[in-house]
């Protein structure tokens, strides 16, 4: 019997339908932005709540997992209020900020070349405010500017066999040293 896959050789090729879903679910989180108005309310918050925490005596284990729970309720209350869901994919940005967001909608809504270009300004804005805060971390507070510097970046050193000598490898700084007088002062006799 001859099956229709089968072809000219005596093999025949297996096929598989794997079933997926269509709809993929997104990552989120949730997420507080950098220099905004949502974290400085977010501290605000953080340090109204703290004063409040009276600790008491802590003498029993008891007593410790009250305070810790207090804490984590202020942590809680002014991280779930000030926080906001973002949807995270491949094409994240760090420095897409609430300015981009709104010019990007205002474009979809509108589609006129005058949104575009107002979101493409707000894009160029995030982006220069975003690397020059990175640009003066780097050079201020790590006092490394040449982080920023592709070509000066630590490298991986290729792997090597060691320096042999006489047929002897030369492990050691005394060893090396006389390989390389012994080899200069033959060359030069």
């Not at 989120?28 to 009276?54: Q, Y």
């Not at 810790?68 to 760090?94: E, N």
């Not at 090597?160 to 080899?183: F, R, V």
């Amino acid at each position: 019997m001859r099956s229709r896959f089968k072809g000219a050789t005596d093999h025949i090729p297996l096929t598989t339908t794997i079933v997926l879903d269509l709809v993929i679910e997104a990552v989120t989180r949730r997420s507080i932005t950098c220099g905004s108005d949502a974290e400085k309310a977010f501290i605000n918050d953080l340090r109204k709540g703290f004063p409040a925490i009276v600790p008491g005596t802590l003498n029993t284990a008891a007593d410790i997992d009250r305070v810790a729970q207090a804490l984590v309720d202020v942590f809680s209350s002014a991280w779930d209020k000030h926080s906001h869901k973002v949807c995270i994919t491949k094409r994240s940005q760090p420095w897409w900020d609430d300015k981009c967001t709104k010019s990007l909608s205002q474009y979809k809504l509108e589609k006129s070349h005058e949104n575009w270009l107002i979101f493409w300004r707000a894009v160029k804005a995030a982006k220069c405010k975003f690397f020059d805060l990175l640009i003066d971390e780097l050079t201020g507070l790590n006092k490394r500017p040449w982080d920023l510097m592709e070509w000066v970046k630590q490298r991986k050193l290729p792997a090597c066999e060691a320096i042999q000598y006489n047929g002897q490898p030369c492990h050691q700084m005394s060893k090396l040293w006389d390989a390389l007088h012994n080899t200069y002062n033959s060359a030069s006799g």
